[in-house]
T-cell receptor, first 115, second 114 residues
C-alpha cells in the first residue's frame, strides 16, 4: 500500500525567506506525486506534479519540487515566501497502474508567513 | 465559470436525517470523485465514478450512496446521519482515470450534524 508522510504539521517562515515543505512517500513502485494547496475555506488546487519526466518539477506561483528516488522524497520549495502563500499544503500520490487515479494524501502542512 | 461546483456549500442537519450533496462539472471530464476531509484536515477518497460506472468504493458505511445520472454529475446521498459524519466533503473530477491526471476540486460542502 502507498502512503505519504509530511514532516511538520505547521511551518512558519518570514516573508522573503525560503519555503521548504517536506514529503516522503512509501511505495513498492515509484508513484506519481502531487502537491496541492488549499486556501482557507476553498477547494484544493494543483501546484505541481511528478509523472516521471524531469525530476525537478516547476509549478505555479513560483513553487518547485524535486523527486529523489534514493530518498523517497518529493519536497516542495519556494525561494522567497509571500504573504499570499499562507495556506495548507498537501502532498499526495497515485498508483501508476490500476489505482483509478485515487489520490492518497499526507496529513498536510500549514504554512504561516510572517512579516 | 465554475469548473466543479457543489451545492450546498454549508449544510447543518440533525442526527437521523437524510441529506444529499450535489456536484456538477463542466470540464467534460470522464471521472468524478468524492473525498472526505475530517476535522484534522485529513483527506480520504470515498468513491470514484468513470463514465457513470463505480470504479472506487472505499470502506465507507453503506449509509453513503453515490449516484451518477450522467458523467457530468455525481451526487452523494447520506442516510441516517450521525455526528461522526460531520466533515467537509469535496467533489472532484479528472479527464480520465489515469494516475497522472490532475484532479480539479470543488469548493467543498461543510456538513455539520447536530
Amino acid at each position: 500500500a502507498q502512503s505519504v508522510t509530511q514532516l511538520g504539521s505547521h511551518v512558519s517562515v518570514s516573508e522573503g525567506a525560503l519555503v521548504l515543505l517536506r514529503c516522503n512517500y512509501s511505495s513498492s513502485v515509484p508513484p506519481y506525486l502531487f502537491w496541492y494547496v488549499q486556501y482557507p475555506n476553498k477547494g484544493l488546487q494543483l501546484l505541481l506534479k511528478y509523472t516521471s519526466a524531469a525530476t525537478l518539477v516547476k509549478g505555479i506561483n513560483g513553487f518547485e519540487a524535486e523527486f529523489k528516488k534514493s530518498e523517497t522524497s518529493f519536497h516542495l520549495t519556494k525561494p522567497s515566501a509571500h504573504m499570499s502563500d499562507a495556506a495548507e499544503y498537501f502532498c499526495a500520490v497515485t498508483k501508476r497502474r490500476g489505482g483509478g487515479n485515487k489520490l492518497t494524501f499526507g496529513t498536510g502542512t500549514q504554512l504561516k508567513v510572517e512579516l | 465559470d465554475t469548473a466543479v461546483s457543489q451545492t450546498p456549500k454549508y449544510l447543518v442537519t440533525q442526527m437521523g436525517n437524510d441529506k444529499s450533496i450535489k456536484c456538477e462539472q463542466n470540464l467534460g471530464h470522464d471521472t468524478m470523485y468524492w473525498y472526505k476531509q475530517d476535522s484534522k484536515k485529513f483527506l480520504k477518497i470515498m468513491f470514484s465514478y468513470n463514465n457513470k460506472e463505480l470504479i472506487i468504493n472505499e470502506t465507507v458505511p453503506n449509509r453513503f450512496s453515490p449516484k451518477s445520472p450522467d458523467k457530468a454529475h455525481l451526487n452523494l446521498h447520506i442516510n441516517s446521519l450521525e455526528l461522526g459524519d460531520s466533515a467537509v466533503y469535496f467533489c472532484a473530477s479528472s479527464q480520465d482515470r489515469g494516475g497522472n491526471t490532475e484532479a480539479f476540486f470543488g469548493q467543498g460542502t461543510r456538513l455539520t450534524v447536530v
